[in-house]
Structures are given as C-alpha cells and as structure tokens.
Nanobody, 120 residues
Framework: QVQLVESGGGLVQAGGSLRLSCAAS????????LGWYRQAPGEQRELVAG???????TYADSVKGRFTISRDNAKNTVYLQMNSLKPEDTAVYYC??????????????WGQGTQVTVSS
C-alpha cells in the first residue's frame, strides 16, 4: 500500500491556474498507475486525468486542452497543472495510486484530498 499526500489547492479566479502535487511514500512508485479524481458537492467522484507507469495518459473530456498530468518518478510525485480554470472545476481533488488502469473502478490508495475553488 502507498500513502499519498496532495497539496497545491486553493482559491483562484476563473481563467487562472493552479498546480496540484501528490507525494507518495514507498520505493516502487514507478510501478504505479496514478490518477487525479475530483468530487464536487452532491456529485460522484470522477476521473480528471490518469497516467500509467508506461506514460499513457487519459483525460476527462471536460479538461482536455486545459489540464496536464505528469509524473516524476525520481521525486515520487505526480502533478496536475490546471490552466484556464472554470467555476465548474470547483471540487475536492484526490490523488490515486493503483496497479490496474481501469480508471472507472474505485480501487487502490487515495490521498486525503485538496480543495480547489474557482470563483467567477
């Protein structure tokens, strides 16, 4: 099991940018598939972006062209660069580490979440 700690959330105006980071414990970080999910009030948690250990990337349609996921295996960290933020991006963002790449399945280890609020 891996422990995950997110950081970088906050309050930003529409059109602004934020960079989320997720630091992971453990020495086998490079073998994990890593994802960013979000959950808005009253909504189900949804995948934002995922990156496999081989570097294959998946994005939700709603964030394509605005968000970029990346990983640094040397630092045991996965990032989510969020540009052109919209009020509808407001949610708690969670980091996920898993051994599979079935992003629709609730599986693996989760961080505690970081709040992102986008004001209009």
């Amino acid at each position: 099991q891996v422990q995950l700690v997110e950081s970088g959330g906050g309050l930003v105006q529409a059109g602004g940018s934020l960079r989320l980071s997720c630091a992971a414990s453990g020495s086998i970080f490079r073998f994990w598939n890593l994802g960013w999910y979000r959950q808005a009030p009253g909504e189900q948690r949804e995948l934002v972006a995922g990156i496999t250990r081989g570097g294959t990337i998946t994005y939700a349609d709603s964030v394509k062209g605005r968000f970029t996921i990346s990983r640094d295996n040397a630092k045991n960290t996965v990032y989510l660069q969020m540009n052109s933020l919209k009020p509808e991006d407001t949610a708690v963002y969670y980091c996920n580490a898993r051994s599979d790449n079935n992003w629709s399945r609730n599986f693996g280890s989760w961080g505690q979440g970081t709040q992102v609020t986008v004001s209009s």
